[in-house]
C-alpha cells in the first residue's frame, strides 16, 4: 500500500524553534550531520539524551564480554549502547525503565543496532523492584542515572520543563499515578512548604506554597507549566527588578524539581534500590550511581558508607567524581552531576 505523505510541522522565521518543529534533530538516522554539529555548539538535540561520564563509568565498571549486568534506568540508552559495546556480544545485559513512551522508543533504536533480545532484556519496571528484574541471577555490574531524560524535559506534553507551554504532568510513567497539576489541588499550604524545603531546597518555599494556594482558592487554575510559572513570578514580585528574572528561574527549576520528585515518589523508590542492591550483586560486583541534586547524592551516599562499614560492600567512593571540563561545555547538564560507586563484598 503507498504510505501517505505527511507534510513536516511548518515554522516561522529561518529556524526552527518549538520542540516539534524540530524535524532534523527528531530524525538522527537521516539528518547524522545536523545533529552532531548541534551536540559540538553544546546543545542536546532534541529528542536525544548525550550520556554523561560514560568513560568513568566504564572505567569503574570493567565490563567484560560473558558477563551479566543491569542497567536500571535506560533513558535513551546511552550508556547502555556503550556497555553492549564492551560486553563484544558475549553475556547479558538487563535494562529497566519507567517511562512506556521513550522505553519504546530506545529498545527499537538499539534493536536496529544489532542489540536484540539475545543480548539485551529491556523491561518496563520501576528500579525499586530490582529484585525482580531478573530472579535468582547475580549481576557483575549494575548503573543507575537517576532523574530525567533531556527527551522527557525537551517534551512539553510531559510537562517537565517551564520554558514551553503543556499540560503540568511530570510523571515518568503517565499512564499512572497523580500528574503534579492533581498534587497541587491536594496538598495543604504547610505539606507544599515540606515538599518545596525537602526536595529542592526552595528559598522562597512560604511565598510559592501561598501564592499557588491563593490562586487555586480563588478558582483559577494551574494546569499548565506557564501557568505555574506565572505563579512563581507573581509570588517574587517583590524582589528588586534586576534580581527578579534569575530568581524566578531558578526557583522554577527548583519547585519543577520538588513536585517530580513528590509524584514520582523518587526518594523511596532510591531507598529501595539502594537497599536491594547488595543482594543482587555478585561477590566483587561494581555498582556506579549517578546523581543530580544534594537529596538523592546523600542518599546514596550514606547507604554506601553504611553497607562499607558492615562489610555488605569491601569499598566505596570517598569523594564524588564530577564531570570534566569539555564535557560540561558540550552538555550543560552534566555540571550538576555526581557519581558514586561501590563494590560488593
Ligand atoms: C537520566 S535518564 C537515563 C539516561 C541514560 N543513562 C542514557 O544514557 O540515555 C533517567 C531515566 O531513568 C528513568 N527512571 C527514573 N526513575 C526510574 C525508576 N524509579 N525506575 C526505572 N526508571 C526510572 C527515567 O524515565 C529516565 O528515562
Partial sequence: MEQEHKRRVRYRGTHPRRYEEKYKELNPQKYG????????????????????????????????????????????????????????????????????????????????????????????MNFADMDQVAPGVKFDFVLADLGVSSMQIDNPQRGFSFKQDGPLDLRLDPTCGVTAAQRLRELREDELVGMLMDNADEPYAQRIASAILRQLGQGRAIETTKQLYAVIEQALSFLPANQRKEAV???????????????????????????????????GGRAAVLTFHSGED?????????????GIYSQAASEVTRAGAQECFLNPRAKSAKLRWAIRA
Fill in 33 to 124: 550531520e545536523d545533529v552532531q554539529a548541534i551536540i559540538q555548539r553544546g546543545k542536546t538535540p532534541a529528542g536525544m539524551h548525550i550520556p554523561i561520564m560514560v568513560e568513568e563509568i566504564l572505567e569503574f565498571l570493567q565490563v567484560k564480554p560473558g558477563q551479566v549486568g543491569y542497567d536500571a534506568t535506560l533513558g535513551y540508552g546511552g550508556h547502555t549502547k556503550r556497555i553492549l559495546e564492551c560486553l563484544q556480544g558475549q553475556g547479558r545485559l538487563y535494562a529497566t525503565d519507567v517511562d512506556p513512551i521513550e522505553s519504546a522508543k530506545t529498545q527499537a533504536r538499539l534493536q536496529e543496532l544489532g542489540y536484540g533480545p539475545e543480548i539485551l532484556t529491556v523491561k518496563r
Fill in 249 to 283: 528561574k531558578k526557583s522554577c527549576q527548583r519547585t519543577f524539581q520538588a513536585l517530580r520528585i513528590d509524584i514520582n515518589s523518587e526518594y523511596e523508590v532510591l531507598y529501595a534500590f539502594l537497599e536491594k542492591l547488595p543482594d543482587v550483586l555478585k561477590s
Fill in 298 to 310: 546523600r542518599l546514596v551516599k550514606k547507604a554506601f558508607k553504611q553497607y562499607c562499614r558492615q
